[in-house]
């Protein structure tokens, strides 16, 4: 009895009807079509239903929010988004299943309008472990039944055909079926779309040799060694992370897999795929690691940066400000006045002791970069062979002794100010390098070839005659022109005398707290001692010179030691030790002093501060100071 033209076409539907049925029905991942208006599922394929521990008819009568309530503002967020963009992914959800376990989710969301009605379709995984929801036994139960069970469920499927079709369509990840011989059988359109196939195209052939042929490296992937054909085989689940596919244009991209076998009857039919694009998710986590990278470089870098600031912090300087009132000095604060805002390299001149790093400071502090670190290099202390690592860095096991990375010193002070302290003393072979960091602003670590960028403001400072060991060849002409766009002399304390009083009585009151010695006086005899005295080593002598008389003090009196060999030629025969008719004044009659002082220029100079014959210029300080002195000693005109 031959069959008619419309039962074969009949029956031809029906297979076709079956194949969606099964995709759907036995897709690895949890599937659900949820009314976000009605706050209701409307359908859900066995894996959804495994996966919340519910049966369908159970999750069909309860609301979402019961599932997924304690993050209600976080469902509501979700939800939103996807409707606005027409879909959406987040890893933030959970739910709790019927026997109260919490599941982490994972979920791709896109839009179905279907008979007028905006639906979500849900496409969920557990994040923890991503069951993969169909066992085998569970599967050969469902499957089994006989040929009436069959039909039944297959006309219960050809009710709602079109409206699963649609839902299947509606996914965002590739769905796809394979026979035994690992042939197609269906493709829906996401999976087809990220493969660049037509959905008929693909029906018949083998996927392998479609999308899975090679790997990453375009080496061949040989068939027997495929997971998706291995479920077909053996039938268990099988997965592939961060495997490739390829597209129909010969370019690939990264994917997340499993193939899940189909059984019925007690043997293997085929096997339904589900894949997902993960480059945007390898992306992000590529930016996450930089970025941790990066954290852990800023980190090694503050760490180092801290480690120097103590260091900083435990060195003693000479003093916190400038000291003195002497021409010399308020020369030197007018060219930092000028030069300060700006970013140009300084070169400091001047003899060891003279205040050379203070006034270093000074520039940085009137700079953009105050907020920054200043970071000082002593070029004298570091050995010839470590030069390179201490300016700019290593990595581990860049040399014997390289056990971890190392930030340089022109890293720390990025941003900020670079004290290169004795400049001159920097080898040769180095200067090059010193020299394209101060031009380009680039650089690499020892034993790196990564390139860095840094933005870095120079003062150095030599007690050498650059300019003479430039012509001697033993220092780079273009590196000096380099570093003395603006040049400053520190002068040497013999050349400002009328400050001695002054920096004597700071380090006295700084060093006497210290010691806790606050009650030694300077006598006026201890005064003109000091200001005979040549200083050959300036102001870092003066210092050491009141420390040792604190020490070996006793009583008020202090016991100046200084060496006759070294005294100026007008330096008379006073004793070192003051006598007892040397007149001592007090804080209080020196201050006294003062405001008499202050009192006759005012009233010499008719009670005008500035200009010519005023009170700042008989007194030979800036009209700045003169009005400061005035408000802290409550004087007024």
Same mark, same amino acid.
């Given at each position: 009895?031959?069959?008619?033209?419309?039962?074969?076409?009949?029956?031809?539907?029906?297979?076709?009807?079956?194949?969606?049925?099964?995709?759907?029905?036995?897709?690895?991942?949890?599937?659900?079509?949820?009314?976000?208006?009605?706050?209701?599922? @409307?359908?859900?394929?066995?894996?959804?239903?495994?996966?919340?521990?519910?049966?369908?008819?159970?999750?069909?009568?309860?609301?979402?929010?019961?599932?997924?309530?304690?993050?209600?503002?976080?469902?509501?967020?979700?939800?939103?988004?996807?409707?606005?963009?027409?879909?959406?992914?987040?890893?933030?959800?959970?739910?709790?299943?019927?026997?109260?376990?919490?599941?982490?989710?994972?979920?791709?969301?896109?839009?179905?309008?279907?008979?007028?009605?905006?639906?979500?379709?849900?496409?969920?995984?557990?994040?923890?472990?991503?069951?993969?929801?169909?066992?085998?036994?569970?599967?050969?139960?469902?499957?089994?039944?006989?040929?009436?069970?069959?039909?039944?469920?297959?006309?219960?499927?050809?009710?709602? !055909?079109?409206?699963?079709?649609?839902?299947?369509?509606?996914?965002?990840?590739?769905?796809?079926?394979?026979?035994?011989?690992?042939?197609?059988?269906?493709?829906?359109?996401?999976?087809?779309?990220?493969?660049?196939?037509?959905?008929? !195209?693909?029906?018949?052939?083998?996927?392998?040799?479609?999308?899975?042929?090679?790997?990453?490296?375009?080496?061949?992937?040989?068939?027997?060694?495929?997971? *998706?054909?291995?479920?077909?085989?053996?039938?268990?689940?099988?997965?592939?992370?961060?495997?490739?596919?390829?597209?129909?244009?010969?370019?690939?991209?990264? @994917?997340?897999?499993?193939?899940?076998?189909?059984?019925?009857?007690?043997?293997?039919?085929?096997?339904?795929?589900?894949?997902?694009?993960?480059?945007?998710?390898?992306?992000?986590?590529?930016?996450?690691?930089?970025?941790?990278?990066?954290?852990?470089?800023?980190?090694?870098?503050?760490?180092?940066?801290?480690?120097?600031?103590?260091?900083?912090?435990?060195?003693?300087?000479?003093?916190?400000?400038?000291?003195?009132?002497?021409?010399?000095?308020?020369?030197?604060?007018?060219?930092?006045?000028?030069?300060?805002?700006?970013?140009?390299?300084?070169?400091?001149?001047?003899?060891?002791?003279?205040?050379?790093?203070?006034?270093?400071?000074? *520039?940085?502090?009137?700079?953009?970069?105050?907020?920054?670190?200043?970071?000082?290099?002593?070029?004298?202390?570091?050995?010839?062979?470590?030069?390179?690592?201490?300016?700019?860095?290593?990595?581990?096991?860049?040399?014997?002794?390289?056990?971890?990375?190392?930030?340089?010193?022109?890293?720390?002070?990025?941003?900020?100010?670079?004290?290169?302290?004795?400049?001159?003393?920097?080898?040769?072979?180095?200067?090059?390098?010193?020299?394209?960091?101060?031009?380009?602003?680039?650089?690499?670590?020892?034993?790196?070839?990564?390139?860095?960028?840094?933005?870095?403001?120079?003062?150095?400072?030599?007690?050498?005659?650059?300019?003479?060991?430039?012509? /001697?060849?033993?220092?780079?002409?273009?590196?000096?022109?380099?570093?003395?766009?603006?040049?400053?002399?520190?002068?040497?304390?013999?050349?400002?005398?009328?400050?001695?009083?002054?920096?004597?009585?700071?380090?006295?009151?700084?060093?006497?707290?210290?010691?806790?010695?606050?009650?030694?006086?300077?006598?006026?005899?201890?005064?003109?001692?000091?200001?005979?005295?040549?200083?050959?080593?300036?102001?870092?002598?003066?210092?050491?010179? *009141?420390?040792?008389?604190?020490?070996?003090?006793?009583?008020?009196?202090?016991?100046?030691?200084?060496?006759?060999?070294?005294?100026?030629?007008?330096?008379?025969?006073?004793?070192?030790?003051?006598?007892?008719?040397?007149?001592?004044?007090?804080?209080?009659?020196?201050?006294?002093?003062?405001?008499?002082?202050?009192? /006759?220029?005012?009233?010499?100079?008719?009670?005008?501060?500035?200009?010519?014959?005023?009170? /700042?210029?008989?007194?030979?300080?800036?009209?700045?100071?003169?009005?400061?002195?005035?408000?802290?000693?409550?004087?007024?005109?």
């Amino acid at each position: 009895m031959s069959t008619s033209e419309p039962d074969y076409l009949a029956g031809w539907a029906d297979m076709t009807y079956a194949s969606r049925h099964m995709v759907f029905e036995h897709c690895s991942e949890a599937i659900v079509q949820f009314d976000p208006v009605a706050n209701r599922f @409307v359908d859900m394929n066995i894996a959804a239903s495994k996966l919340f521990g519910y049966a369908r008819h159970e999750l069909l009568n309860m609301t979402v929010t019961r599932l997924l309530g304690h993050q209600l503002p976080e469902l509501i967020v979700f939800t939103q988004a996807v409707l606005e963009a027409g879909k959406g992914w987040s890893d933030e959800l959970s739910c709790t299943r019927k026997d109260g376990e919490r599941v982490m989710l994972e979920i791709s969301a896109t839009t179905l309008r279907l008979k007028g009605v905006l639906y979500l379709i849900l496409v969920l995984r557990e994040r923890s472990e991503q069951r993969y929801l169909l066992d085998q036994a569970q599967t050969e139960r469902t499957m089994r039944g006989g040929l009436l069970e069959w039909r039944n469920i297959l006309n219960l499927f050809q009710e709602t !055909e079109r409206d699963n079709h649609l839902l299947l369509s509606a996914v965002g990840d590739g769905i796809y079926s394979i026979d035994s011989e690992g042939l197609a059988t269906y493709v829906n359109p996401a999976a087809a779309r990220m493969l660049g196939w037509e959905t008929d !195209e693909m029906i018949g052939k083998n996927i392998h040799r479609i999308h899975h042929h090679s790997h990453a490296d375009g080496s061949h992937y040989p068939v027997e060694d495929c997971p *998706i054909y291995k479920a077909v085989h053996d039938g268990l689940v099988h997965e592939g992370r961060q495997e490739v596919f390829w597209r129909r244009d010969g370019s690939m991209f990264p @994917v997340e897999f499993t193939s899940t076998p189909v059984i019925s009857d007690g043997r293997i039919v085929g096997s339904v795929v589900v894949f997902r694009d993960i480059t945007e998710r390898m992306s992000t986590q590529q930016r996450l690691h930089d970025a941790l990278e990066e954290l852990k470089d800023l980190k090694q870098r503050l760490e180092q940066q801290n480690e120097y600031l103590q260091e900083e912090i435990s060195i003693e300087h000479s003093y916190r400000e400038i000291v003195g009132q002497s021409e010399p000095i308020l020369k030197i604060v007018r060219q930092i006045d000028v030069v300060g805002p700006t970013d140009a390299s300084v070169l400091i001149h001047g003899e060891s002791g003279t205040g050379k790093e203070l006034i270093a400071r000074a *520039i940085h502090q009137a700079s953009r970069r105050a907020k920054h670190p200043l970071i000082r290099v002593n070029c004298a202390a570091i050995p010839a062979d470590l030069f390179e690592s201490e300016f700019f860095g290593h990595v581990r096991g860049a040399f014997t002794g390289a056990l971890r990375d190392r930030v340089g010193r022109f890293e720390l002070a990025d941003g900020g100010t670079l004290f290169l302290d004795e400049v001159g003393e920097i080898p040769l072979e180095l200067q090059s390098k010193l020299l394209r960091v101060l031009q380009e602003g680039q650089f690499e670590r020892v034993g790196e070839e990564r390139t860095r960028r840094v933005d870095v403001r120079i003062i150095a400072a030599t007690n050498r005659d650059l300019r003479a060991e430039v012509e /001697a060849k033993r220092f780079r002409e273009d590196l000096y022109f380099r570093l003395n766009v603006f040049p400053l002399q520190s002068p040497p304390l013999r050349e400002r005398r009328e400050d001695i009083p002054q920096l004597a009585t700071h380090f006295l009151e700084q060093i006497g707290q210290r010691l806790n010695r606050p009650d030694k006086r300077l006598s006026l005899a201890d005064i003109e001692h000091l200001q005979k005295y040549s200083w050959p080593g300036n102001i870092r002598e003066l210092q050491n010179v *009141i420390e040792r008389a604190l020490i070996t003090s006793t009583g008020k009196e202090l016991r100046l030691d200084l060496p006759r060999s070294k005294t100026s030629p007008q330096q008379s025969d006073t004793p070192t030790t003051p006598s007892k008719e040397s007149e001592i004044l007090t804080e209080q009659q020196l201050r006294e002093l003062e405001v008499n002082n202050l009192r /006759a220029a005012l009233t010499a100079a008719d009670g005008r501060l500035f200009g010519p014959g005023g009170a /700042a210029e008989l007194l030979g300080i800036k009209p700045t100071t003169l009005a400061s002195r005035m408000k802290k000693l409550n004087l007024s005109r």
